[in-house]
């Protein structure tokens, strides 16, 4: 039986079918049609030059070994690809997948005109006069992974963030997510891995965007019935870095258009970061296959610093603002704030201002004010300070007390109380907490803020008053 242009196509659909997910076979090869079969060449038409370029980047091998099959050694694939503007504007492009070399013709739109330009390329599977898309990264410059002040409490994260730096798409850290509070150092370590890339990585496409932004482009392109080419976009793009994924929880289309990007970046060895407040698992507005897609790689966390890390990431601040602080000085800074290195910045540089504008010495009186700035703007945060003074209060047991090591009934009660008022108001880490509560590992913290959980459902005066401690927080937090 004599093959048609038709036959041989569904054959070689039936072929890649087996290749691709069931995604990519609808976005990328449904479209295309079957147009004829002249001896060992089958022409298809495809919708556009863009997608034209995509088969061919990602698709020729699979396309070249189902021709050869049905066509055999000699066997060509031809695109007719529709020009805009022009119903019966179109472009021929071929290629043979046994020979070295490939031609290459435009058919104008004229009837009855049939120029061809013919040229002979090294590779026959790369078109002359594609290129690699050009982008703005969007990468802050400056955040570099030598001005990254590496400790205890993000060696995993950064250690794993180089590796992807070194070998983007190649390790097991795909995706890699990165998770902290705020002001921890996850946007500062993704902007590292990009700029790194960038440097030494120069054909790769790097992109960094927020959550938000991304949101909002999903946005516009569906008002703009431009969904597709959104999609097409980010599917282009080597390594993608998104921004506090937390803010796509509860944002369900915008949800179903990262899965499909996110997949077809994956399947092609391309590398996704991501940042997030939280461990994927607790990401509750977040559908369970991206939840899942996520866990593929590495999860590492960024914890609150130590002092001794919070000492080195002062200095550093120090000396980038060219600014001399006792060490005394430095001592208490460091050793009074520890949620948030932003804050450190922060006071390096007022420090430095007072110091400039108004002739003051940096000395301990100053350094005091300029800290009780920072404490009193976190009080309406609440801290454990704050929690430690009112279940002190109402429990009738020094705040020291509540910090020891004692295991009489009434203060372990309390201390179990401030804990699990402290975890659930506060953002510092387990690990943290054990410390200010007698240097406890955070084992003992998730032990009692689990034992609480259990008292308060069962004993009604506890209930009660750890009730009024709630209302006093939230009070405070207005």
């Known amino acids: 039986m004599e093959k048609s242009h038709i036959s041989v196509w569904d054959n070689c659909l039936h072929s890649i079918k087996k290749f691709v997910d069931s995604q990519a076979y609808k976005t990328w090869f449904v479209p295309i049609k079957p147009i004829q079969l002249n001896d060992a060449s089958l022409t298809i038409q495809v919708p556009n030059n863009f997608f034209y370029e995509w088969i061919e980047e990602h698709y020729v091998s699979l396309l070249r070994t189902s021709i050869k099959r049905e066509l055999g050694e000699n066997g060509k694939l031809e695109y007719q690809i529709l020009t805009s503007g022009s119903s019966s504007g179109r472009s021929t ?36 006069g594609i ?22 409490c993000n060696k995993l994260a950064r250690s794993a963030a180089y590796a992807v730096a070194k070998s983007p798409g190649k390790t097991a850290f795909n995706p890699l997510v990165i998770y902290g509070n ?50 097409h976009f980010y599917q282009m793009v080597d390594v993608l870095i998104i921004d506090d994924i937390q803010f796509l929880e509860r944002k369900q289309k915008t949800q179903e258009i990262f899965f499909h990007i996110f997949n077809q970046l994956h399947q092609n060895n391309k590398q996704v970061i991501m940042t997030s407040d939280r461990p994927p698992k607790d990401l509750d507005g977040l559908e369970d ?24 990431i002062f200095e550093d601040k120090m000396a980038k603002n060219d600014v001399d602080v006792p060490y005394e000085v430095r001592d208490f800074i460091c050793y009074n704030i520890h949620g948030n290195v932003r804050e450190l910045e922060g006071i390096v540089v007022s420090l430095a201002a007072q110091m400039a504008l108004t002739g ?16 009193n703007k976190a009080a309406n945060e609440v801290n454990v300070d704050f929690i430690l003074s009112i279940v002190s209060e109402s429990f009738e047991i020094g705040v020291e007390q509540l910090k020891s090591k004692s295991r009489k009934r009434d203060i372990v009660i309390g201390r179990q109380v401030a804990m699990y008022l402290a975890k659930k108001y506060t953002d510092v880490s387990l690990k943290e907490l054990g410390k200010i509560f007698g ?40």
């Open 93 to 128: 492009k071929s290629y043979s997948p046994s020979s070295s070399s490939a031609s290459i013709a435009k058919v104008p739109s004229q009837a009855n005109e049939h120029k061809k330009k013919e040229n002979e390329i090294k590779n026959p599977f790369v078109i002359p």
């Open 131 to 152: 290129r690699r898309i050009k982008i703005d990264p969007q990468i802050n410059r400056s955040l570099q992974f030598h001005n990254f002040i590496e400790g205890d």
């Open 360 to 375: 003051k010495t940096i000395d301990m009186d100053l350094a005091k004010s300029v800290v009780n700035q920072y404490i």
């Open 439 to 478: 240097g406890r590992d955070h084992s003992t913290v998730i032990y009692s803020i689990n034992t609480m959980d259990d008292l308060l459902e069962t004993d009604d005066k506890l209930s009660g008053k750890v009730d009024l401690l709630v209302k006093q927080i939230k009070s405070n937090l207005k």
């Open 289 to 312: 296959r991206l939840i899942s897609r996520f866990k593929w790689g590495l999860t590492a966390d960024l914890q609150e610093p130590d002092y001794e890390t919070r000492m080195a």
């Open 182 to 231: 705020s002001g921890l150092g996850k946007t500062h370590l993704a902007h590292a891995v990009g700029n790194s890339i960038l440097a030494n990585h120069e054909d790769t496409v790097v992109l960094y965007v927020s959550s938000d932004v991304f949101t909002n482009q999903v946005v516009q392109s569906i008002k703009n019935n431009a969904a597709d080419d959104f999609v």
